[in-house]
């Protein structure tokens, strides 16, 4: 339910129009000074990345901390958040769902397959 609240909080931030990068520094910041996150964000907007935070660790143990270059294991909750996203843009008319990824990024192998 922690997850779901984040990420109503970012996507809510994100839509706002008065975008404002030092609020979102200062949320990530208070989340990871109280262990709630751990990751990078990272916003693009015309194909330049106009954000990017990382915070937390990449190896608690080890105190290691994550960066831009820091690969991460996606879990099953990413599919939640990517479809509700999906249908989102497609509420919007922005997608529909009969695009294919061909549209987007036409130079990624076997994009045009609709399966």
Do not use: W
Not at 16 to 22: I, L, M, R, T, Y
Not at 71 to 81: A, D, E, F, V
Not at 88 to 99: A, P, R, W, Y
């Amino acid at each position: 339910m922690k997850n779901i609240i984040l990420f109503l909080c970012f996507t809510a931030i994100l839509q706002a129009q008065d975008f404002n990068e030092p609020k979102l520094d200062s949320l990530l910041d208070i989340l990871a000074e109280n262990d709630k996150v751990m990751g990078g964000l990272s916003i693009m907007h015309d194909g330049k990345e106009v954000y990017q935070k990382s915070v937390g660790f990449s190896d608690v143990s080890e105190k290691s901390t994550v960066d831009s270059k820091t690969k991460y294991r996606m879990g099953s909750i990413t599919k939640t958040y990517t479809a509700t996203l999906l249908m989102q843009f497609v509420d919007e008319g922005k997608l529909s769902v009969t695009d294919t990824l061909s549209m987007y990024f036409p130079e990624v192998q076997n994009a045009q397959k609709s399966r």
